[in-house]
């Protein structure tokens, strides 16, 4: 069974960069699927932040696309996000997912992210 | 790119039929077979339940059925049951190369 785990700061200062890690198990990091992470900011709905193929090709939603990078790490079995210059607006639980087309398909459990100084 | 469009709530008594609708545009719903739909409880990770537009995944229930037609994506619950109270999303590909949400829809078992 695929299983996703999120890790990283629970609290991050404004201006600075968010880091989280998604440790990938019952799977490859470099199968054919893409691994995604989504947020969802408190009482409020979903929003897709980018994905990321181990040969390199990356998608962003274009209104974060400039603030935020999704990498994957072969050696690790592991993906990264990234998002720089934060603002309470980016407090939100963040999830990754494994994309098993067009669709996610298996998710992390959600980590809390909290922008505050 | 905005959230594609689904009522806030939807609600039905036990054992009825409801269907949440996700409405998009051309660059998005219209354009593409890639819409899924997810169930959320509370606290808890969205949960797979329609793929391209109306595959169900293996173990969900085939009281979950999805459709579309032009900009507008459908899932409707067929036999509504107390578990299916949940919060519900759904999801395209976009012509931007990326994926849009709807708004989500809080679904409410009477």
């Known amino acids: 069974q695929v299983q996703l785990q999120e890790s990283g700061p629970g609290l991050v200062k404004p201006s600075e960069t968010l880091s989280l890690t998604c440790a990938v198990s019952?799977?490859?990091?470099?199968?054919?699927?893409?691994w995604s992470w989504v947020r969802q900011p408190p009482g409020k709905g979903l929003e897709w932040i980018g994905e990321a193929f181990h040969r390199g090709d990356t998608k962003y939603n274009p209104s974060l696309k400039s603030r935020v990078t999704v990498s994957v790490d072969k050696s690790k079995n592991h993906f990264s996000l990234e998002v720089r210059s934060v603002t309470a607006a980016d407090t939100a639980v963040y999830y990754c997912?494994?994309?098993?087309?067009?669709?996610?398909?298996?998710w992390g459990q959600g980590f809390l992210v909290t922008v505050s100084s | 790119q905005s959230a594609l469009t689904q009522p806030a709530s939807v609600s039905g008594s036990p054992g009825q039929s409801i269907t949440i609708s996700c409405t998009g545009t051309?660059?998005?719903?219209?354009?593409?077979?890639?819409v899924s739909w997810y169930q959320q409880h509370p606290g808890k990770a969205p949960k797979l339940m329609i793929f391209e537009v109306s595959d169900r995944p293996s173990g969900v229930s085939n009281r979950f059925s999805g459709s579309k037609s032009g900009n507008t994506a459908s899932l409707t619950i067929s036999g509504l049951q107390a578990e299916d109270e949940a919060d519900y999303y759904c999801r395209s590909y976009a012509a931007s190369r990326s994926y849009v949400f709807g708004s989500g829809t809080t679904v409410t078992v009477l």
């Open positions: 997912t494994r994309q098993g087309g067009w669709y996610s398909d298996f």
């Open positions: 051309s660059s998005d719903v219209g354009s593409s077979n890639h």
């Open positions: 019952g799977d490859s990091i470099i199968s054919d699927n893409r």
